[in-house]
């Protein structure tokens, strides 16, 4: 049964397969009646209203809203050359808006002409802040620098090239009350270095057990040991490597001057073994 339902001057018109057609959207009055208006830009709308399993509930300041339990809420299908998605304040249009290219990369603030290039900053009291793509840092390229409430805790950077450098915060005016480490060899003996397979490849690698060095060095460790998910499953802990570098270089320190120590002494028994072994 076909037929066909007239809003202002906008047309809904019915076919005999079930589609409905909407026609007469040009004028702005009638986008903004359907509650079809997205902007002054917009020229037409094309409907596939076949879908009914489909609920729009909108909220102050809410310009789409779409919920579908079942599949993707919102689809943006690009049928021409251009960008498939792009998002920007029309009252004052940016130079680098939020872009999805034709080709799936993705621009914020930027042109998405290296994969998925981000120039975005994201704040929270609760986790790290993270903003990629500044490209004026204290030296060469960062591409992600992290914050935690403001502060500097580290970056990812390049030096221009091909080198890309994993930066902690180190600078001195963010520490205090520094003294020499003590005891490193100790420390160094008791560390457990062992080879070992991973059960999910089957490959042998050299490595340490988390909550072993988490008894030596626990700012190398995150996580404790045995933990577990609420489903039962494993809640692995994990390790960064990176940490242990000082431990190793206190203890390479330690048996320099050891070494130098003991060079004294031969030195000295040598020069006296000498004077000996002439009169």
Same mark, same amino acid.
């Given at each position: ?112 002409? &290296? ?50 450098? &994993? ?113």
């Amino acid at each position: 049964m076909a037929g066909e339902i007239q809003l202002n001057s906008t047309t809904f018109a019915t076919e005999s397969g079930g589609t409905i057609t909407v026609s007469n959207v040009d004028s702005a009055t009638n986008r903004q009646n359907l509650g079809l208006e997205i902007g002054v830009d917009v020229q037409s709308f094309d409907a596939d209203t076949t879908k009914n399993d489909v609920a729009n509930t909108f909220t102050a300041n809410q310009i789409i809203s779409v919920t579908d339990n079942t599949n993707a809420a919102l689809r943006v299908t690009q049928l021409g050359t251009g960008n498939a998605l792009v998002v920007e304040d029309s009252a004052n249009p940016d130079s680098t808006p939020f872009v999805i290219d034709a080709s799936g990369k993705v621009g914020i603030g930027t042109s998405p002409s &290296y994969g998925r290039q981000l120039d975005i900053a994201f704040s929270s009291n609760s986790g790290p802040a993270i903003v990629g793509n500044d490209t004026t840092p204290q030296n060469g390229n960062t591409f992600f620098e992290f914050r935690n409430n403001g502060t500097f805790c580290g970056s990812i950077t390049s030096n221009g090239s091909t080198t890309t450098v &994993y930066n902690e915060g180190s600078d001195y005016r963010l520490k205090t009350n520094t003294q020499p480490m003590t005891g490193a060899t100790e420390r160094l003996k008791a560390l457990n270095p062992i080879n070992f397979e991973w059960i999910s490849t089957g490959e042998r690698v050299d490595g340490f057990l988390a909550h072993e060095v988490q008894a030596i060095v626990p700012e190398a460790v995150t996580g404790e040991k045995d933990a577990v998910n609420e489903d039962g499953s494993i809640n692995p802990q994990g390790i960064d490597k990176s940490k242990l570098v000082p431990l190793l270089t206190a203890a390479l320190q330690e048996a320099i001057t050891l070494i130098e120590s003991q060079q004294s002494q031969i030195d000295a028994l040598t020069a006296r073994i000498e004077v000996l072994e002439t009169t």
